[in-house]
């Protein structure tokens, strides 16, 4: 498994705002939809395109297109939902499935809710989006999940990581590519990242 952590000041300052207590349902979401996309443009970096043959007013010439349709983005519910958008403005055509996973207050162990993929994966590129990567159960039980039905290319996108959550992953997925915005210092107690941003979903969503 690789792992490219972002180091573009656009990022790192958007990530900053994230963090801020004060920082509004509304403003974070905007942040978080925002900060996928410039990850996503990092991400997508080697997304593959196919010639097609367009006829410019001078001439007729092949060029490059990315094929769209090979790439499914996955959010972790609830809060990958938030980074969903920011992939999709730059690949508006990609297929979205839903990975439904909490995490049980008391023991931290993910428990699944709901799942549906696009039918067949095995082909596509997927990027499974969280933005945050805490003990990292949820990730790989995600990620446990998607190879189960056919997923082999992946990429998983999460804005702010813990050490141990990026081991637990990489010990578990050496195959799949890992980006993350800021690799912060470590979980708390209650296996919360410090100093984080909180908890994503509630932040998002506007609950508590
Ligand atoms: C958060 C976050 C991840 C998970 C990370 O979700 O969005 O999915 O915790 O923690 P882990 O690496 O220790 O598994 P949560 O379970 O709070 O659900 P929510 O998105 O519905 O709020
Ligand atoms: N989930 C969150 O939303 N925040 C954390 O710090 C850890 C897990």
């Given at each position: 498994m690789s792992v490219s952590y972002m180091t573009h000041p656009l990022i790192r300052h958007k990530i900053t705002l994230l963090r801020?207590?004060?920082?509004s349902t509304n403003e974070f979401r905007k942040l978080v939809e925002e900060i996928a996309m410039l990850m996503g443009y990092e991400a997508l970096s080697d997304l593959e395109t196919q010639d097609i043959t367009v006829k410019t007013p001078i001439e007729e010439s092949v060029q490059p297109v990315i094929s769209g349709k090979k790439l499914a983005v996955v959010p972790i519910l609830r809060a990958g939902l938030g980074m969903v958008n920011g992939i999709l403005a730059l690949v508006p055509s990609a297929r979205v499935g839903h990975i439904g996973l909490y995490r049980d207050?008391?023991?931290h162990e993910p428990h699944e809710y709901y799942c549906k993929l696009p039918?067949?994966?095995?082909q596509r590129q997927i990027v499974v989006v969280d933005p945050m990567l805490a003990t990292g159960g949820s990730a790989i039980a995600a990620v446990d999940f998607i190879k189960k039905h056919g997923g082999q290319k992946i990429k998983f996108m999460s804005i702010i990581a813990a050490p141990e959550g990026v081991d637990a992953l990489m010990k578990a997925h050496p195959d799949i590519q890992l980006y993350v915005g800021c690799l912060d210092r470590e979980l708390n107690e209650n296996a919360y990242?410090?100093?984080?941003?909180?908890?994503a979903g509630d932040r998002i969503f506007g609950t508590k």
């Open positions: 801020k207590e004060d920082t207050p008391k023991t039918d067949p994966i095995d990242i410090c100093p984080g941003l909180g908890d």
